[in-house]
């Protein structure tokens, strides 16, 4: 076996599917196939029930998948060891980032990190919050970014920006002359909700929740994917919808999104960083991470 077979085949077992796995590995499916099934001559056993919808691993599959993960997370090691053997810090580091803080805060935050140090090359990946979470933990992505983290025990969070997240209409709803509204009547209010696993969605239901408002109260009208298509809906009518204020300067400055405040709520937030507790990281990842540090203390 190689490292390129252990890699297929853990990606397999995280995705639970061969397709999605041959597809983040830039193969195609039949060639995933044969490579698991030499794997499985040379071992003498099936590593992989195929019967199901999900592709799972069997008894022997489960004891690969935890050596596995064990000889990937030593190669990666020995690799970044190698790598920073130099001098200079250089390299590619490959961050995730969920669209408030991959649209409007990391690209200038990384324009300024790469005049300090040109040499590194970086890779921004935008998705939402939950599959950058789970990318990050595959080691997919040395550094992530999100607006929302759920405590894991696998994880290291850090703040990396503050934001406030708003309401926000267009300037022909009703509300948008209003000095505020109430909770009660943001419940009432068709509303434009972004998919579940998006951060803000995540964020705004649970102040919601401490407020003594059930999420599932809300008169949701349209589900938009991610920021910027809720934004687009709000713009053109569709309801009132949360945004990042990060993501709606020029919209408000220009007056097609108008702000409404809530008595007696607001949300204020922080983006996170987030790594692999298990993960070391190569210095240029590093030197990434405190300069996001650097960058927090001094906004604060």
Known sequence: MDIRQIRLFCRIVDRKSFSLAADEMHITQPAASQQIRSLERELKTTLLDRSRRTVVATDSGQVLYRYGREILDLHERACTEILDLGELIAGRVMVGASTGPGEHVLPGMLTQFKDEYPGVSISLHVDDTHAVVERVLAREFEIGAVGAVTPRPELVAEPLARDEIVLVCSPRHPWASREQITLDGLVAEPQIMQQHGAGIRTV??????????????????????????????????????????????????????????????????????????????????????????????AAG
């Open 204 to 297: 705004v239901e649970d102040h919601l929740r401490r407020a003594g408002v059930r999420p599932e109260k809300l008169n949701v009208v349209m589900e938009m994917g991610l920021m910027e298509s809720a934004k687009q809906a709000a713009i053109a009518g569709g309801g009132v919808t949360f945004l990042s204020r990060w993501a709606i300067g020029p919209e408000v400055e220009h007056g097609t999104l108008a702000i409404v405040p809530i008595e007696g709520f607001r949300i204020l937030r922080d983006f996170y960083s987030v790594r692999s507790k298990t993960r070391v990281l190569s210095r240029a990842a590093e030197s990434l991470l405190a300069f996001f540090r650097e960058q927090y203390a």
